[in-house]
């Protein structure tokens, strides 16, 4: 069904959306949209660097394998 729309249909589309909402609406609309991507990737970089601390914490625990009784020996 809306693999035959075409560029005119997508034009109309366009108009009547521009109409009944109006140009400021719109135009707020899609600056929060603009927000939420940016805030969104943000997010998933911040979640990156966790996931990548626990990590590197992860490894240098398992690195130390020495019971706790020959660390003080030393």
């Known amino acids: ?6 560029l005119p249909g997508i034009l109309l589309i366009a108009v009547v959306v521009l109409v009944l ?5 719109i135009s707020s609309l899609m600056g929060e949209v ?7 990737k943000k997010g998933v970089a911040e979640g990156g660097k966790e996931l ?3 990590t590197e914490e ?5 690195k130390d ?3 706790a009784d020959e660390k003080d020996k030393v």
């Not at 909402?21 to 609406?25: A, L, S």
């Open 1 to 6: 069904m809306l693999n035959n729309i075409g």
């Open 21 to 25: 909402f109006g140009r400021g609406k």
């Open 34 to 40: 603009g927000k939420g991507i940016t805030s969104f």
């Open 52 to 54: 990548d601390e626990a």
């Open 58 to 62: 992860a490894a240098d625990a398992a």
């Open 65 to 67: 394998v020495t019971p």
